[in-house]
């Protein structure tokens, strides 16, 4: 059991609605990284927050934003959300000091974007 | 760009087979290598990481992987498969600094073991 949470499990929205995702760390972890994984796909990273503050992006345009909170839990944001954002989202945390960064992941948050 | 080909798909083995699953990376830099596993219903987890030291890393249920640093290579093996091993597995990377951090996967690969 990794201890990540997230909710919703699942999630209905509709083309240019905004959506927020959660997600909870596993107690102790200070970095937490967000992924969206399309069917048939790896993890794609959409970015990582250390310490509240946005530490690495990956190639997701700036309506996908996010937010860590002091006690480590987190938000994922996307705006004007289109059909391709169809996807399960991912959350992962990691421990402070971790060489090599491994991630604990959580179950995941399916959004269909109808 | 930074990327993570996983050569192989989809494999089908038979119990007691040996595996060999094919990871290539891209980037110039120091990188720790990653290889996570998803067993049917469960969270992604990890199998094994290099980050340092020994190129060959052993991981948990008995699979292991070799960094090549000059092929740009992590593949993963395991000598004799069992029918638990039914998952998907993915490489990954990570690599950059603070405020440049990435974590990239490749695209997987389906194992399936027939008992």
Redesign the interface.
Known sequence: ETGVTQSPTHLIKTRGQQVTLRCSSQSGHNTVSWYQQALGQGPQFIFQYYREEENGRGNFPPRFSGLQFPNYSSELNVNALELDDSALYLCASSLPGDRGDTQYFGPGTRLTVL | AQS?SQHNHHVILSEAASLELGCNYSYGGTV?L?W?VQYPGQ????LL????GDPLVKGIKGFEAEFIKSKFSFNLRKPSVQWSDTAEY?C?V?A?T???????????TRLKVLA
């Open positions: 993570v720790n990653f996570y969270h992604l987890q990890l990481k290099y980050f340092s993915f990954a990570n950059g603070s405020g440049t951090y990435k974590y990239i996967f490749g695209t997987g």
